[in-house]
């Protein structure tokens, strides 16, 4: 099973398919924010920078794949992302459902290096205070939909590193 695992890891559509996952998730987060009026809070930029980071690991697992050491860091690294939006989606549903205390500045947070919602205000821009995802389908909340995929992205991508090391020692 390590072995398939180990095949899938390298295959072009393996990465390809999570750049897709990637830009679909982002498409849906910008078809709500401009055609459905739903402005994205600071936590919910948060994620979406979470999701540009799982694009571009992917692109790069996708173009490295043939190599062993940077298509472990392209697997580790997607370990890193789904924590990273885990956190954020767990943070999102929290603050949603009232379990969590604190409030969302209007701030991003980001260092001037790092200026994401200056340089692609159309993209990262906090519009709103947090408080509440739209519902998506069958009554299940964007938090909640993030917080399931963001599990399940951690979980093959612990896997798909675990099988691409024994594979390397083997």
């Known amino acids: 099973m390590m072995a398939l695992a180990a095949r899938l890891g390298r295959h072009p559509g393996y990465w390809a398919g999570l750049s897709g996952l990637g830009l679909g998730m982002e498409a849906v987060a910008l078809y709500y924010q401009y055609r459905l009026d ?3 809070c600071v936590l919910c930029i948060h994620v ?5 980071a799982l694009i571009l690991t992917a692109a790069i697992g ?13 697997h ?10 885990l956190e954020r989606s767990w943070k999102l549903l929290g603050v949603e459902r009232g379990t969590l205390e604190g409030s969302c500045s209007m701030d991003s947070g980001l260092p ?9 205000p159309w993209l990262f821009k906090v519009w709103e205070p947090c ?4 519902e998506l389908l069958f009554g299940i909340t964007m938090a909640e939909a993030l917080v399931g995929f963001s599990m399940l992205l951690t979980l093959l991508a612990v896997f798909m590193s675990l099988a691409t090391l024994i594979r390397k020692e083997s």
């Open 131 to 134: 408080g509440y995802t739209p």
């Open 38 to 40: 739903y402005w994205p």
């Open 112 to 120: 001037p290096w790092f200026a994401l919602d200056q340089w692609f």
């Open 62 to 74: 996708f173009f490295s794949r043939r190599r062993q050491r940077p298509l472990l860091l392209a």
């Open 48 to 52: 979406r920078i979470w999701v540009m």
């Open 76 to 85: 580790a690294a997607t370990v890193v992302i789904g924590l990273g939006l």
